[in-house]
């Protein structure tokens, strides 16, 4: 199993442009996660989607982000336009059921927006 | 607004000590309860759950929970240097997603 992958691992981007982060989950996995990590607010949940519908979108900041699943394989997570504020890791994770609390995660990106 | 608590560390102990780890959390409701590991630079990865009151043990690992105080606690006996890592404390209720405390970090010194 190759875990979930995540592209790109890393992203340097100027305020204004758009972003686009990539996730695919492990395959049999019905739940998908979008956190974000800073050192000043920790791990927080973004979106979450359950059998590729979106379920719960209270974390996106704004209207700037944007996140769709189109099919059991694949999800984006959009940012724009991006903002210096946007930069820090973001995570993607996928479990069996969204209230399983197995979660794996990728690698991470990490976005810089000077 | 549901929310985790965590003391930030770092907590220093000597290795082979006990590494005592904590966390509240504000939601009631709240049913299952989970630690995660992050090494810097790294993704966490799920160690130990517990959804009881009391303890649920797992090689060095111990789980304690405490539905009625909110609170729970992870024990690390035998510390490692290998142990030396951020510890993630997370809960969710049935059907809903995970909410992350901030993390403890935890140096495991040789």
């Known amino acids: 199993d190759a875990g979930v992958i995540q592209s790109p691992r890393h992203e340097v981007t100027e305020m204004g442009q758009e972003v686009t982060l990539r996730c695919k989950p492990i395959?049999?996995?019905?739940?998908l996660f979008w956190y974000r990590q800073t050192m000043m607010r920790g791990l927080e949940l973004l979106i979450y989607f359950n059998n590729n519908v979106p379920i719960d979108d209270s974390g996106m900041p704004e209207d700037r982000f944007s996140a769709k699943m189109p099919n059991a394989s694949f999800s984006t997570l959009k940012i724009q336009p991006s903002e210096p504020r946007d930069s820090a890791v973001y995570f993607c994770?996928?479990?069996?059921?969204?209230?399983?609390?197995?979660?794996?995660f990728g690698n991470g990106t990490r976005l810089t927006v000077t | 607004q549901k929310e985790v608590e965590q003391n930030s560390g770092p907590l220093s102990v000597p290795e082979g000590a006990i590494a005592s780890l904590n966390c509240t959390y504000s939601d009631r409701g709240s049913q299952s309860f989970f630690w995660y590991r992050q090494y810097s630079g790294k993704s966490p990865e799920l160690i130990m759950f517990i959804y009881s009151n009391g303890d649920k043990e797992d090689g060095r690992f111990t789980a304690q929970l405490n539905k009625a105080s909110q609170y729970v606690s992870l024990l690390i006996r035998d510390s490692q240097p290998s142990d030396s890592a951020t510890y993630l404390c997370?809960?969710?209720?049935?059907?809903?997603?995970?909410?992350f405390g901030k993390g403890t970090t935890l140096s495991v010194s040789s």
């Open positions: 395959s049999g996995h019905n739940s």
């Open positions: 994770a996928s479990s069996h059921g969204t209230g399983s609390g197995a979660l794996h």
């Open positions: 997370a809960v969710n209720q049935a059907g809903t997603a995970l909410i």
